[in-house]
Nanobody, 124 residues
Framework: QVQLVESGGGLVQAGGSLRLSCAAS????????MGWFRQAPGKEREFVAT????????YYADSVKGRFTISRDNAMNTVYLQMNGLKPEDTAVYYC?????????????????WGQGTQVTVSS
Protein backbone atom coordinates (compact mmCIF):
# COMPACT_ATOMS: atom_id res chain seq x y z
CA GLN A 1 0.00 0.00 0.00
CA VAL A 2 1.22 3.47 -0.87
CA GLN A 3 -0.16 6.68 0.54
CA LEU A 4 0.41 9.92 -1.36
CA VAL A 5 0.18 13.47 -0.06
CA GLU A 6 0.46 16.46 -2.39
CA SER A 7 1.54 19.96 -1.41
CA GLY A 8 2.67 23.20 -3.01
CA GLY A 9 -0.51 24.38 -4.68
CA GLY A 10 -1.73 27.94 -4.46
CA LEU A 11 -2.70 31.10 -6.28
CA VAL A 12 -0.29 32.53 -8.85
CA GLN A 13 -0.47 35.10 -11.64
CA ALA A 14 -0.25 34.08 -15.26
CA GLY A 15 3.35 33.57 -16.27
CA GLY A 16 4.36 32.57 -12.77
CA SER A 17 5.70 29.31 -11.38
CA LEU A 18 4.79 26.74 -8.78
CA ARG A 19 6.44 23.54 -7.61
CA LEU A 20 4.20 20.71 -6.49
CA SER A 21 5.48 17.94 -4.27
CA CYS A 22 4.03 14.52 -3.58
CA ALA A 23 5.34 12.61 -0.59
CA ALA A 24 4.85 8.85 -0.55
CA SER A 25 4.71 6.55 2.44
CA UNK A 26 6.16 3.09 2.48
CA UNK A 27 9.49 1.64 1.46
CA UNK A 28 8.62 0.64 -2.10
CA UNK A 29 8.33 4.06 -3.72
CA UNK A 30 10.95 3.19 -6.32
CA UNK A 31 8.79 0.25 -7.42
CA UNK A 32 6.17 2.57 -8.89
CA UNK A 33 5.98 4.76 -11.89
CA MET A 34 4.55 8.12 -10.85
CA GLY A 35 2.26 10.52 -12.61
CA TRP A 36 0.54 13.85 -12.25
CA PHE A 37 -3.04 14.43 -13.34
CA ARG A 38 -5.34 17.42 -13.05
CA GLN A 39 -9.05 18.09 -12.96
CA ALA A 40 -10.62 21.44 -13.73
CA PRO A 41 -14.19 22.28 -12.63
CA GLY A 42 -16.73 20.51 -14.82
CA LYS A 43 -14.07 18.56 -16.68
CA GLU A 44 -12.70 15.04 -16.55
CA ARG A 45 -9.42 14.28 -14.85
CA GLU A 46 -6.62 14.44 -17.41
CA PHE A 47 -3.05 13.25 -17.70
CA VAL A 48 -0.28 15.81 -17.19
CA ALA A 49 3.05 13.98 -16.83
CA THR A 50 4.61 10.66 -15.89
CA UNK A 51 8.04 9.42 -14.83
CA UNK A 52 9.48 5.92 -14.73
CA UNK A 53 10.66 4.12 -11.61
CA UNK A 54 14.26 5.25 -11.81
CA UNK A 55 13.45 8.68 -13.20
CA UNK A 56 15.18 7.89 -16.45
CA UNK A 57 12.24 8.62 -18.72
CA UNK A 58 9.41 11.13 -18.68
CA TYR A 59 6.40 11.92 -20.84
CA TYR A 60 4.13 14.95 -20.96
CA ALA A 61 0.76 16.00 -22.23
CA ASP A 62 1.09 18.33 -25.23
CA SER A 63 -0.61 21.11 -23.28
CA VAL A 64 2.23 21.31 -20.73
CA LYS A 65 5.24 20.18 -22.76
CA GLY A 66 8.09 22.66 -22.47
CA ARG A 67 6.54 24.37 -19.43
CA PHE A 68 6.24 21.60 -16.82
CA THR A 69 8.94 19.23 -15.56
CA ILE A 70 8.34 16.06 -13.58
CA SER A 71 11.12 14.65 -11.42
CA ARG A 72 11.53 12.28 -8.49
CA ASP A 73 13.85 11.66 -5.57
CA ASN A 74 13.61 8.01 -4.58
CA ALA A 75 15.74 8.56 -1.49
CA MET A 76 13.17 11.09 -0.28
CA ASN A 77 10.11 9.14 -1.54
CA THR A 78 8.97 12.27 -3.34
CA VAL A 79 7.87 13.22 -6.84
CA TYR A 80 7.77 16.82 -8.04
CA LEU A 81 6.07 18.85 -10.72
CA GLN A 82 7.79 22.11 -11.59
CA MET A 83 5.33 24.35 -13.40
CA ASN A 84 6.61 27.40 -15.25
CA GLY A 85 4.83 29.80 -17.57
CA LEU A 86 1.50 29.08 -15.93
CA LYS A 87 -1.67 29.96 -17.80
CA PRO A 88 -5.24 30.45 -16.52
CA GLU A 89 -6.19 27.22 -18.29
CA ASP A 90 -3.79 25.36 -15.97
CA THR A 91 -6.18 26.07 -13.10
CA ALA A 92 -7.24 22.73 -11.61
CA VAL A 93 -6.85 20.34 -8.74
CA TYR A 94 -3.60 18.48 -9.29
CA TYR A 95 -3.25 14.85 -8.23
CA CYS A 96 -0.21 12.63 -8.01
CA UNK A 97 -0.64 8.93 -8.63
CA UNK A 98 1.37 5.72 -8.47
CA UNK A 99 1.32 2.92 -11.02
CA UNK A 100 2.68 -0.61 -10.94
CA UNK A 101 2.60 -0.70 -14.74
CA UNK A 102 5.82 -0.51 -16.68
CA UNK A 103 6.56 2.16 -19.22
CA UNK A 104 4.99 5.61 -19.10
CA UNK A 105 1.28 5.09 -18.56
CA UNK A 106 -1.03 7.98 -19.36
CA UNK A 107 -4.40 6.39 -18.56
CA UNK A 108 -6.03 6.95 -15.18
CA UNK A 109 -6.92 3.25 -15.10
CA UNK A 110 -3.24 2.31 -14.98
CA UNK A 111 -2.73 4.05 -11.64
CA UNK A 112 -3.63 2.27 -8.40
CA UNK A 113 -2.73 4.89 -5.81
CA TRP A 114 -3.90 8.51 -5.65
CA GLY A 115 -3.31 11.51 -3.46
CA GLN A 116 -6.04 13.84 -2.24
CA GLY A 117 -5.10 16.64 -4.62
CA THR A 118 -3.83 20.20 -4.31
CA GLN A 119 -5.51 23.27 -5.83
CA VAL A 120 -3.64 25.37 -8.37
CA THR A 121 -5.27 28.64 -9.41
CA VAL A 122 -3.76 30.86 -12.10
CA SER A 123 -5.14 34.37 -12.38
CA SER A 124 -5.06 36.36 -15.60
Amino acid sequence: QVQLVESGGGLVQAGGSLRLSCAASGRTFSSYGMGWFRQAPGKEREFVATITRNGGSTYYADSVKGRFTISRDNAMNTVYLQMNGLKPEDTAVYYCAGSSAYGRPTSLRMYQYWGQGTQVTVSS
